[in-house]
């Protein structure tokens, strides 16, 4: 069974940088066709969608938030990261990782989800 882990503290300060680890068990990150995704969940706001990583090592994210976010992985470790740059308070959210299979996703594994506050 696919699990998947989020860790990184729960504060950060203002400008700035948030950092959260995804660790996948159970599977492999470079499972053909599969996407590794970082999405959050503003307090009493829908999911937004962050960015991902490809089985191949390919990344793509948001056009909101491309120019913050960059996301990498350690395929020793099967794990893989979020790096978001010059946070403010509206950056605050339950981050989650997860895992699909293809453009449909299909096959999909989630985490549970960490909070994360940006506050001074």
């Known amino acids: 069974q696919v699990q998947l882990q989020e860790s990184g503290p729960g504060l950060v300060k203002p400008s700035q940088t948030l950092s959260l680890t995804c660790t996948v068990s159970?599977?492999?990150?470079?499972?053909?066709?599969?996407?590794w995704s970082w999405v959050r969940q503003p307090p009493g706001k829908g999911l937004e969608w962050i960015g991902y990583?490809?089985?191949?090592?390919?990344?793509g994210n948001s056009p909101t938030l491309k120019n913050r976010t960059s996301i990498s992985r350690d395929t020793s470790k099967n794990q893989f990261t979020l790096q978001l740059s010059s946070v403010t308070p509206e950056d605050t959210a339950v981050y989650y990782c997860?895992?699909?299979?293809?453009?449909?996703?299909?096959?999909?594994?989630w985490g549970q989800g960490t909070q994360v506050t940006v506050s001074s």
């Open positions: 997860a895992g699909w299979l293809g453009y449909a996703r299909a096959d999909d594994y």
């Open positions: 159970g599977g492999s990150i470079t499972t053909t066709y599969y996407y």
């Open positions: 990583i490809f089985y191949s090592g390919s990344t």
